[in-house]
């Protein structure tokens, strides 16, 4: 397909990402989010971390980069302040429920 750039609108760009392999969604929503990276600050205090966060202008493991913590501290401390955390995965349900069972069977999870 053909476009011009120039022409083109927010729903269209949506429309067309729809219609690539989960796979190319992937690498594109990753090339987009490098992109959106790049005016970050290479380091930043939690306070500024978080909040870029919340600003939805980082993932939370990009927060915890700019701030020199964890990904888990970094959800301590948002817990601590009653945020919500959005944990998003590829698995689905059912292969959560699996690798659940796997780790408790090893002994690796209690249930």
């Known amino acids: 397909m053909n476009v011009q750039a120039e022409n ?10 729809q ?38 202008k980082c993932s939370l493991g990009r927060a915890a980069e700019l701030a020199n913590i964890t990904r888990w501290e970094l959800i301590d401390i948002l817990r601590k302040r009653n945020i919500s955390v959005l944990v998003e995965t590829d698995f689905t349900a059912d292969e959560m429920d699996a690798v659940t069972k796997e780790l408790e069977h090893e002994g690796l999870l209690c249930s």
């Open 8 to 17: 083109l609108t927010i729903q269209q760009v949506f429309e067309l990402a």
């Open 19 to 56: 219609s690539l392999s989960p796979v190319d969604q992937r690498v594109l929503a990753e090339m987009l989010k490098f992109r959106i990276d790049d005016g970050l600050p290479e380091q930043a205090t939690v306070e500024e971390a978080i909040a870029l966060y919340l600003a939805d």
